[in-house]
């Protein structure tokens, strides 16, 4: 069975950084692209990042760009959201997701990250 599952979450002041990870099992995680995206209390659920298994090529989220950094240890199956210069705004659950694996998404529980002003 597939399994994602985010942790690294907790409260941060805001400039402060902010270690996320996301471990899989249950696919051949290296031929995966794997992101991460964030729900903030009463908005939709946003993507934030995302990076290829294959090749490394990553995507991020205007609103992260310069701030955050995606990579992955495909030999631990990990992702990893490293954040810097966190905002208030960033404040939100972390979800991470397997897009679009044999006809679905699947996404982990999420970690909530808190920043303070």
């Known amino acids: 069975d597939v399994q994602l599952q985010a942790s690294g979450g907790g409260s941060v002041q805001a400039g402060g950084s902010l270690r996320l990870s996301c471990v899989a099992s249950?696919?051949?995680?290296?031929?995966?692209?794997i992101g991460w995206f964030r729900q903030a209390p009463g908005k939709e659920r946003e993507g934030v990042s995302c990076m290829d298994g294959y090749d490394g090529r990553t995507v991020y989220a205007d609103s992260v760009k310069g701030r955050f950094t995606i990579s992955r240890d495909n030999a631990k199956n990990t992702v990893t959201l490293q954040m810097n210069s966190v905002r208030p705004e960033d404040t939100a659950v972390y979800y991470c997701?397997?897009?679009?694996?044999?006809?679905?998404?699947?996404w982990g529980e999420g970690t909530l990250v808190t920043v303070s002003s």
């Open positions: 997701q397997l897009p679009n694996f044999r006809g679905r998404d699947y």
């Open positions: 249950g696919f051949n995680f290296e031929q995966y692209i």
